[in-house]
């Protein structure tokens, strides 16, 4: 999910890819910048 978002996809784009809910796909989003951050890294 989140190489897709790297590749350029929109949130849209890559929910109907892997087939989530859109608002799914952006929790996991901010749960991964929210994990590189607290870990001293930018995330996405």
């Known amino acids: 999910m989140l190489g897709r978002l790297s590749r350029g ?3 849209p784009v890559i ?3 892997v ?3 859109e608002d799914t796909v ?3 989003i901010h ?3 929210e994990y ?5 890294i930018d995330g996405l």
């Open 15 to 17: 929910a109907q890819l």
């Open 31 to 33: 749960r991964f910048n």
């Open 19 to 21: 087939q989530a809910d």
């Open 36 to 40: 590189w951050r607290a870990a001293g």
């Open 9 to 11: 996809n929109r949130v």
């Open 26 to 28: 952006r929790d996991v």
